[in-house]
């Protein structure tokens, strides 16, 4: 390997800045369900490293990808289980008082994140666009499904009727265009995690509503 | 490649056939899940993705078969996201009403064609006959109960006590049989796909239930 | 190969034994889950296959291991079905009381053991330690989650406060230790699998509970 040049050492270090923040947002996001289920320290660590790893794995699962970036940075495991046992032992101490919506910024910023780099992966193996696309929705949105779906409610990603998985959608749209384009992966990436984060803070900000249908079904 | 005869064109062309009724029944049923869940847009295809495509992702991964028919056909994926956004907006249209009795016959037909495909993908493993008709049956089962379980409830497959799964065992064993006679796969494909289809038609015309327990359970 | 000593013998023979074992407890768990939803004899078989198989299955998966452990003894699908049956007609002839409480010691024994194979599969690949273990705790309680989710409830690991995962953890955490000190591959297994089944027989025995938190969560 050549070394790198003063643009791409940047690229890589917010990389790392942005993943980091992502991972630590859809584990918190986990931490604040696993709570609201009243889990005990296990249950807690299991749900945030379903919300933090699940999208990824089960995109390196489709991909045939190995090794799981738990795997090759086992790390985070012990970050997330060190996070775990000190939020019990904090809840226990103080009756400490969450709000769920100060989650929703960095759970904005991991979303785009996880979107480009999905996107990026399935892209580099020749996959068509639209599964790559899928892919990078799959990577950004299947660890907040897994959460719900263990701690038994409909995942909010499918019932919230706030545009979540839909700003991943347009995201990896982005990167698709901007390689048609011929712009730079690094441009890409950063346009593909942009339009995903900022359709999603918008959302939030304007409180923007999908339709939905409301009919009724006869029968059974 | 030799040319194929005048009988594995008109099978080639039922096959295509029959298995778009099926991705489109299976997908149509996820379509209805989520309209009574009131799910949005997004939720609406999500489902009718997993429910098309989810029992035979699944049985992919478990015979570590790659493209996935979704990857391989990315069409589809187009289709199903044109479905669900036309859905939302002809239901906030018109209030139209669904009988969702309507969908059980071409589910039927999905039905035996997915096991058919899941048994014969698996037997051209060498795998032992119950692994392979195991396979056919999640092949045709799994896609139902991933779109239960994100909805949130007990898996048709599993509560209710019509036969079901049972119809797609009965139709993997007749393709092992059908092998084991010498028969051509053409004629075992067929076989397996008319039994588990007509198991099941015969059992929503009959009403027919399987049996169940009703023990009581002591202790916690 | 050459012939096996004779503490090999014992040690295969012993495997055999608390393999079949610990196959048949988390199967019978499964049946009682099934039961208690009423689900028919297909959804009994179903639940039962999943607490069985379903941790070692996802293990291999993750560890892109073939043939799986049912592929590989297509006898025990076949066990498990005769099961499942015969529990149904058992229910409806005689009103059996089960007591739940029962199977907890067999599935402590399930649970050390299928510890061990998970740990020493993983480290078998050269993966990290906390990665192994993991790997362990998969195997040991993702069978009895799958169950759950199934069957619509909070998984049992994960709600209940009674120590389970974390048995399974440090059980792997003394394979870990026990190959670390250069003692024999037979020892560590059976040093795992001794300290996660004896974890877990102490806190059902002392009702020991888990540290949880009750905190209150403002906002939304």
Known sequence: MQPMAHQDLILSWLYTLVEAAANVAFALSGLLAGIRKRL???GLCVVMGLAAFGGGTL????LDRRPFFWVAHPGWLWILIGVGVTAIFLLRASHFQFTERAIQWPDALGLGLFTASGTQLALAQDLPAIVAVLMGVVSATFGGILRDVVCNDIPTALRDR??????????GWMYVLALYLAWSPGTAFLLAAATATGMRVWALWSRYELPAGDAAISGD
């Open 162 to 171: 706030s545009p979540y998985a839909v700003c991943a959608f347009a995201g």
């Open 40 to 42: 005990d320290v296990v």
């Open 59 to 62: 995109r390196d699962v489709l």
